[in-house]
């Protein structure tokens, strides 16, 4: 007998192979996958998926190529430590596209893969390339990626990329000889680790889909994994299936905690991962000390983890390179800067301050008065005011979808970070407040001062405790129906419905659809932000009534 005997499964719930049927798919999951398959759907760039090792990132890949379109074909790359020549006869090999032996021409290479492309175009056909661990690619052989997405029609790019990394990529992809690649990725996203609820329905869902029928981690133990693993799915799987081999040996019908610790030791030894050294991982350098406070009185405040999407719509803008000086037939095909500000910090106002003045401006908007020193961490703030910090890293096209003013953190020419709100999006412009100045911009100057980085306020609902599946009970769900009821114009039901199904359900994955959500059932903070924005309750938007409210 086998533990797997021992405990009623059918087979190992832990296994660290990539099998989608394990794939636990929280909200961060399904954003991940959204944000692939957007990138498959799209017609060009770069899209970006980065994570810690172990967070998933390919178990979400390859639940990607479960639903890869009948008309799409795909080139998977697993080892990129290849050069320029031996990466371009990879996605020959992948895409079955013949070159003489022995060749390593570069030239020739490609022009059978612009052949091939070409053809598959022709029959209405589109082609994807996914580089796992790309972290690893040389910096000649990105620039040859890069070059592969000059592949194109007069009406779209021939080649769609999607790169997949560890933290180290963002840093890679900083380096100015590859600015033009990074002005490429239309979207991006970045998978961190799980939240502690999400540990225990992680864990409940690998054993259920292994056929378990009882409890076999108790509350205490799950507290005791998510300190153990930092939410870290490779890591909870390794310490889990050691755990349930150690139950199994003792004879117990549960893991213990101290069963849990004991699998530690032998798993870690002296080099058990602690939240100090997790600090000194190398993508920490790519945070400010700002950013890092406002994800962690995010996670405070909401009580939710920290979330990292740039899954926009179609209308992702591509942000292009500065204008050559004395290229006047390139200025003017964006705005004229000539009659717009510049996106800098005002010389007279003192820069320190800029994240306060920033959130100030942010309350103001949502007629709150807010003073740091008074009251405490903005986050914190808001909970109080029944508001919730959202901290994320993406696209103009995120925010647009987002549609709530944002803090951005920016830079200016020396290389400091400042903070500004931007308070609204007009066609190829943007209006910012910063040190109490009002500026209206072009959205191009975004390019050179902003990498990303943005905080949004959202409204929570009254005692709101966390995501609603289908089946979860409450309050909060009477509060969905009435909510949902409102918007198709019906009066509050006398006796609303306290569990999320039937035709609850479907009237809540109707509004997902309806909004351009995943149509998924759950609701998290994307789908309160766009009941949020539906119900227009005293709730600030960015866009005007006519560009999508």
Request: proline content about 5%; some cysteine.
């Amino acid at each position: 007998m086998n533990y797997h005997n021992y405990f009623g499964l059918k087979e190992a719930p832990f296994s660290i192979a990539p099998d989608p049927r394990y794939l636990f798919m929280s909200d961060r999951y399904r954003e991940a996958l959204a944000h692939l398959l957007f990138g498959i759907k799209s017609d060009g760039g770069f899209v970006l998926l980065t994570g810690e090792v172990g967070t998933g990132k390919t178990t979400v890949c390859r639940c990607l190529l479960e639903q890869i379109p009948e008309d799409t074909d795909v080139a998977f790359l697993f080892n990129p430590k290849l050069t320029a020549a031996e990466l371009l006869a990879a996605v020959c090999d992948e895409l079955r596209i013949a070159y003489p032996d022995g060749n390593t021409s570069i030239k020739v290479f490609l022009d059978r893969i612009v052949h091939a492309l070409l053809e598959a175009h022709a029959k209405g056909r589109k082609t994807v390339l996914i580089i796992d661990e790309a972290q690893n690619l040389d910096a000649d052989v990105l620039e040859q990626i890069r070059l592969l997405t000059n592949l194109e029609t007069n009406q779209k790019k021939l080649l769609q990329i999607i790169l997949l990394g560890q933290p180290e990529l963002l840093s890679l992809l900083k380096r100015s000889e590859l600015r033009q690649l990074a002005q490429r990725i239309t979207a991006r996203y970045h998978l961190s680790p799980l939240s502690k609820k999400e540990i225990a329905a992680y864990v409940t869902h690998r054993l259920g889909v292994a056929g378990a029928e009882r409890e076999l981690f108790p509350a205490a133990t799950l507290n005791l994994l998510y300190r153990l693993s930092g939410g870290i799915p490779r890591l909870i799987n390794m310490l889990c299936d050691r755990a349930l081999l150690g139950a199994y040996v003792q004879g117990r019908p549960r893991v213990s905690r101290w069963t849990l610790r004991k699998a530690a030791a032998e798993i870690f030894g002296k080099d058990r991962p602690t939240r100090k050294n997790k600090r000194k991982r190398p993508y920490a350098a790519l945070l400010t000390a700002a950013s890092l406070l406002i994800a962690v009185v995010a996670l405070g405040a909401a009580g939710m983890h920290e979330q990292w999407f740039s899954i926009a719509g179609n209308s992702v803008p591509i942000l292009r390179g500065k204008v050559p000086p004395g290229n006047t037939a390139k200025a003017a095909e964006g705005p004229a800067k000539k009659h717009l500000a510049a996106l800098e910090w005002p010389g007279d106002q003192p820069i320190l301050l800029s994240k306060e003045m920033a959130y100030r401006a942010l309350f103001k908007e949502w007629g709150l008065s807010y003073r740091a020193g008074k009251n405490g961490l903005a986050c914190d703030f808001a909970a109080s005011h029944g508001l919730a910090c959202m901290h994320q890293r993406g696209s103009v096209g995120s925010i647009r979808r987002l549609n709530r003013p944002a803090v951005l953190a920016l830079t200016d020419e020396r290389g400091q970070v400042f903070y500004a709100l931007l308070a609204s999006l007009g066609q190829g412009t943007a209006r910012f407040i910063m040190g109490g100045e009002t500026r209206t911009v072009a959205t191009s100057e975004l390019e050179t001062h902003w990498e990303g980085e943005f905080s949004i306020l959202w409204r929570l609902p009254p005692n709101f405790g966390g995501f609603l599946r289908r089946g979860s009970r409450g309050p909060e769900v009477a509060w969905l129906d009435r909510q949902l009821a409102s918007l198709r114009g019906q009066a509050p039901p006398a006796k609303p419905t306290m569990v999320l199904e039937g035709p609850l359900f479907d009237h809540l994955r109707e509004f997902q659809a309806a909004a351009g959500l995943t149509p998924d059932g759950v609701v998290g903070p994307q789908t309160l932000i766009g009941l949020n924005t539906a119900l227009g309750k005293g709730v600030p938007v960015l866009l005007a009534k006519r560009e999508g409210n």
